[in-house]
């Protein structure tokens, strides 16, 4: 057996001394650090606390006036008070609308907060840039559109927020500029850049079909897939509005484009025009669940009496349990009355849908 | 002779306890710094909340929360009660009824007038028979599923594939969600949709808390000695372990009693593993194998706030049947991924995170337990110095306290959820004892857990439940018992 070579005991026990020392120091320091942010963290909310009491009902009941004077009572506030309307008026600027807005706005224009969205691109922090457009989003501070479209970065979150910001404040084609925006990035949007997209396009999507029509080549899957889902959700444009592109994607390689193709263009089947190219036999016969799951939900609604028949035959060879019942919770009552010739596994979908329908009245 | 081997045979074990130590503890050290690191990122980013109403966006996913149930009659009426105060606009609670011997499906349906839908269930399933299906009168989306006892994981499939929402959320019946709690755990796949396969939420001690209305209203410490050992380790598990591993995107563990999950890559890998006693633990690891063959970009993040909050076992043995259940499950799943650790196939997964489980949770425990009992022979037989030894102990247990209170030094600095300094000092107390005799009875309980894993045991043990609401109430019952 080889020899494990000695170290020296002494080397050891110095080493290890030093070792726990350090350790000491750093438990001191952490006890320390601890206990005393404790401490004062206590004192603080309690501070807080205390004047949100005070202050709550007073704010409300100024909010109401018609002049509510907020600089004489500012200036009565201490410093702690201040903090805490700030944190207030960011609360209430997201929930209250109309007149209640406008004096909330007359208050943080008083507490200053304004300053907070100014030049929100020359700080360097990312945080910072988004809390200064968040503000800007929420107060009546002046804009600078143009500047605001060339600076912002590729950030999804910031051209959400820049979008956020021309939506909020009721600019000029704030949904052209709002969607070019949002879609010039090559990354999938967050929720709050596909609601902005939503806002921007909920009455009339003219602008998103538009610029889907010239850029949907070339946008990621994902993407194309969350513009075509949103279109899903907006009201349906003018019949000039271009739709060509939408229906392009009903053959698009990735399951997920096709299946919200169907799910967009389920908001035109009303049209005859649109209802006459929608091939449902081919949809219904795609490789893909999602996209027959999607026929199902989206199409089953507009389809004429042959389209209905189409889907009732496909669903004899349909392998995907949730696709049938889908069908079954479009067509329910149409299935009820002409049942004879369902499939086992669709008859047995209906008999749930039923069940739940009786149960909930 | 004899003599001689045995003098060299432990001194060159002591050297490798020693070098084990230091690697370990350079693992932990790294963690726990990227936790923090992880917290202050995750501070500044919660300061700004973006100017819409998520709960009115038609993007917002729909989220399934399923709560397996066996036999929790105590909590089960408290627990859907939280759930149905979630703040989140669209979730279906689907309570799982996995064949209790007690009064939970009763309770269920007198607390929430269910009915029963007559008719059979038209989606296959794979798990254990499904008896009925029922809806509240009084809730819309509140779900019950009432199946033959097949186990934890069967329960969860059961929801996982009759649900059509997007995201599930895994969560233990015998704990309490605050409200936001749900809000909190989606917020990452809300702001990356496209990367996030999973989120686990934070896990805090209930059982020193004022609970009233089903919602945790004062957070305190618990009077019980084993309570407030758990309190400091989960803290310290939570906000510097797994923020740390989540800060390295090497998350492996979401906690079975608050996680959030994208349905369609659960059903890719199968569900949840039904003969697997740390179900949570073992899902995890083949998601992150799956996704990594896929070649997906992808998450699993750890969200440090809002919280579930959870009864621990306040008795040494409900807790020591739990921890050797909890550490049969990691060698089981180790065992079963072997192929994984140290592949480079896997990268950061196989190279770094599986090594550094088998490293840190796995062996860890069992080489601090045989480190006692050989160094100890070793000073005996005079083979090592009896001061260092003593040196040796003083510096391990001072860095482990420092480790239990980075967790509580995080709480302070972040959520502050334990607002009085009395609390915090009874943590910091806790964070020492946790170091001076809890670890070591859980490295006796890793060597025990060890031989019944060798022997085939995989029974899950009993444990008992009270009421949140009610401190007086003592009707308990077994749960979780196999």
């Known amino acids: 057996m080889a020899t494990i070579p000695a170290v020296p005991v002494g080397l050891l026990r110095a080493a290890l001394l030093w070792v726990t020392l350090c350790v000491l120091v750093a438990l001191l320091l952490t006890a320390g650090t601890t206990i005393a942010r404790s401490v004062r963290g206590a004192l603080e909310d309690r501070r807080r606390e205390e004047a949100t009491e005070r202050l709550q009902p007073t704010l409300f009941e100024r909010i109401g006036h018609e002049d509510p004077d907020w600089s004489t009572w500012l200036a009565e506030c201490s410093p702690t008070e201040r903090r805490v309307l700030e944190s207030e008026v960011d609360r209430l600027l997201r929930l209250f609308t109309g007149t209640d807005k406008q004096q909330l706005r007359a208050l943080a224009n008083r507490l200053e907060l304004g300053r907070r969205a100014e030049r929100p691109f020359d700080v360097a922090s990312r945080v910072r840039r988004f809390e200064a457009l968040t503000w800007l989003a929420l107060l009546d501070h002046p804009i600078d559109v143009d500047r605001l479209r060339e600076r912002c970065s590729d950030d999804p979150d910031e051209r959400a927020a820049v979008a956020r910001v021309f939506y909020e404040r009721e600019v000029p084609e704030a949904s052209t500029l709002g969607t070019e925006l949002l879609l010039r990035t090559g990354r999938p949007l967050p929720l709050f850049g596909l609601d902005t997209l939503y806002k921007l396009n909920e009455t009339d999507p003219t602008a998103l079909l538009e610029t889907g029509a010239i850029q949907w080549n070339g946008w990621t899957d994902a993407i194309l897939a969350q513009v075509l889902e949103t279109l899903q959700y907006c009201d349906p444009a003018g019949t000039d509005a271009p739709l060509e592109w939408v229906f392009s994607c009903l053959s698009h390689e990735a399951p997920t484009v096709r299946a919200a193709a169907v799910g967009a263009l389920g908001t035109y089947a009303w049209r005859p025009d649109v209802e006459s190219r929608i091939e449902v036999t081919w949809l219904v016969a795609d490789s893909d669940p999602r996209v027959r799951r999607a026929a199902y939900r989206h199409l089953a609604e507009w389809g004429d009496p042959a389209d209905v028949r189409t889907m009732v035959n496909a669903a004899r060879a349909e392998s995907d349990d949730r696709a049938l019942l889908i069908l079954a919770s479009e067509l329910t009552e149409g299935l009820r009355t002409a049942d004879q010739d369902l499939s086992p596994r669709l008859r047995r979908c209906l008999d749930w849908v039923v069940a739940e329908r009786a149960r909930t009245g | ?482």
Request: charged residues 25%; negative net charge.
């Open chain 2, 1 to 482: 002779m004899i003599r001689a081997v045995l003098v060299e045979g432990l001194t060159l074990v002591g050297w490798l306890i020693l070098a084990f130590y230091l690697v370990v503890t350079g693992v932990y050290v790294l963690i726990y710094a990227s936790g923090v690191v992880e917290l202050r990122e995750h501070l500044r980013e919660s300061r700004v909340s973006p100017p819409f109403n998520r709960f009115a966006s038609p993007s917002l996913p729909t989220i399934a929360v399923i709560v397996p149930a066996y036999n929790e009659a105590p909590t089960i009426v408290d627990s859907i009660q939280a759930l149905t105060d979630l703040n989140y606009s669209r979730k279906e609670l689907l309570v799982v009824n996995d064949g209790s011997t007690d009064a939970t499906l009763e309770e269920l349906v007198a607390a929430f007038e269910l009915r029963e839908i007559e008719a059979e269930v038209p989606i296959d399933i794979d798990c254990a028979p499904i008896e009925a299906v029922y809806r509240s009168e009084t809730i819309e989306e509140l779900l019950v599923i009432d199946k033959e006892n097949g186990g934890k994981g069967d329960a969860l499939n059961a929801g996982v594939w009759f649900t059509d929402a997007t995201l599930f959320c895994a969560l233990d019946a015998d704990s309490l969600i605050d409200r936001d709690g749900l809000l909190g755990a989606v917020e990452p796949f809300l702001r990356r949709p496209d990367e996030i396969a999973a989120t686990g939420g934070s896990v805090r001690v209930a059982n020193g808390c004022e609970i009233e209305y089903s919602q945790v209203k004062a957070v305190g410490t618990s009077g019980s000695f084993i309570a407030g050992l758990q309190e400091v380790e989960y803290l310290r598990a939570f906000y510097a372990g797994r923020l740390g591993y989540s800060r390295l995107r090497s998350l492996l563990i979401v906690s079975g009693a608050f996680g959030l999950f994208r349905t369609d890559f659960v059903r890719e890998i199968g569900g949840y593993d039904t003969e697997s006693v740390t179900e949570d633990f073992d899902l995890v690891v083949r998601l992150h194998r799956h996704l990594v063959e896929r070649g997906e970009e992808y998450r699993v993040e750890f969200v440090p706030e809002p919280v579930v909050w959870t009864q621990v076992p306040a008795n040494w043995g409900a807790l020591d049947r739990q921890r050797r259940r909890w550490y049969r499950g990691l060698l089981d799943t180790l065992v079963r991924e072997r192929d994984a650790i140290g592949n480079p196939r896997y990268g950061r997964i196989g190279l770094f995170v599986l090594p550094a489980y088998t490293l840190t949770e796995g062996l860890g425990p069992l080489v601090e337990g045989a480190g006692y009992v050989l160094v100890g022979l070793s000073v005996a037989l005079g083979i090592v110095d009896p001061t260092l030894f003593v040196l040796f102990l003083a510096a391990a247990n001072g860095i482990g306290i420092l480790f239990s209170w980075i967790g509580v030094l995080s709480e302070v600095l972040s959520f502050r959820r334990y607002d009085d300094p009395a609390d915090v000092l009874v943590l910091m107390g806790h964070g020492v004892l946790e170091n001076l005799g809890y670890r070591q009875w859980k490295a006796v309980i890793a060597w025990r857990a060890l031989f019944e894993y060798a022997r085939g045991d995989t029974s899950w043990g009993e444990m008992t439940r009270e009421r949140f609401t009610d401190p007086e109430a003592t009707d308990t019952d077994p749960e979780d018992a196999d």
